[in-house]
């Protein structure tokens, strides 16, 4: 790959809204094309034929039989040969899945390894690592509406999720530094408005590229009311079940919550302290994205 190319990567995180963020660089592809500027998302990540030759990448790599380039490289040296010298990734997936986070009640506890292989797949260094946080409990209260709407079988003990230990976003910060020593960490805070996704993406690629296309619905995937969840639980999946569940979250009625007051303002207490300790430096090199704030909310 060309030693000018920019590579920009986003971490996510999981319900920050990314899958937004995804589908409006997906839709204005060829917007961002014209300004020299590739996507790589999960329509391309996840096809079976690239995910399936990088998990056979990542195992000959274990036994240190990789192959170079791998096939993450070889998707970005085509778009850079399609005359895209900045590439962009977007997968919430590389530093871990939802999985061993819910099981453990723990932020990303498999993003050493993980971002490790992030590291050796890449053709080059990238220039910027964006990852969005959000507070503690918005993030369970997300991921277990998602995870009952996916139909996973999720005993959650908000006790439990609530005094966990791995309730800080540290670890994974630490990771992605100690991973990608000399490039910039740029930190965006989740806002569940219209303005987030649009101004987040006009930090990754410039306000120029997406210039006033309509701003993304930032419902996607976001969390139901338990009543429901249940009803949607019982459809199959499918159109029908997608337009009530977008329907239910346009009404912003309040989603399911395994947490009391007590534990929600705990949590939140928490995540406050962390923010501050994360704006005065206490991992290195990493900077606050300061994002526009819709008018209403000034």
């Known amino acids: 790959m060309n030693a000018a190319t920019e590579i920009t990567v986003h971490l996510g995180a999981h319900r920050t809204g990314t899958t937004a963020l995804q589908r409006l660089f997906g839709r204005h592809a060829d917007r961002l094309a014209a300004a020299g500027i590739g996507f790589l998302g999960p329509a391309s990540l996840r096809r079976e034929d690239v995910a399936g030759d990088m998990r056979a990448w990542t195992t000959a790599r274990a036994a240190r039989q990789a192959s170079v380039p791998s096939p993450l490289a070889a998707e970005c040296d085509r778009l850079v040969a399609a005359g895209c010298p900045h590439v962009v990734i977007s997968e919430e997936n590389l530093p871990g899945t939802m999985g061993p986070n819910l099981a453990r009640a723990e932020l990303y506890p498999n993003a050493e390894a993980r971002l490790a292989d992030l590291a050796a797949a890449l053709p080059a260094t990238p220039a910027r690592v964006f990852l969005t946080l959000r507070d503690f409990a918005g993030y369970w209260r997300s991921a277990l509406a998602h995870g009952l709407l996916a139909g996973d079988d999720l005993a959650f003990d908000g006790g439990r999720f609530a005094a966990a230990p791995g309730n800080s976003w540290m670890p994974l910060l630490r990771a992605i530094r100690r991973t990608f020593p000399e490039t910039r960490i740029l930190l965006a805070r989740h806002r569940a408005d219209r ?10 690629v410039g306000p120029g590229p997406l210039a006033g296309v309509a701003r993304p619905w930032t419902t996607v995937n976001a969390s ?61 090199g990493v900077e606050i994205l300061a994002l526009a704030v819709p008018e209403a909310a000034r």
């Open 195 to 204: 303005s987030f996704v649009p101004a987040l993406a006009a930090a990754m």
């Open 224 to 284: 139901l009311p338990a009543d429901v969840l249940e009803s949607l639980r019982q459809m199959p999946r499918g159109p029908e079940r997608a337009r009530l569940a977008e329907a239910a979250r346009r009404q912003g009625r309040p989603p399911v919550d395994p947490f009391s007051g007590a534990q929600t303002a705990a949590l939140m207490a928490r995540f406050e302290r962390e923010w501050a300790e994360i704006a005065k430096g206490a991992v290195g």
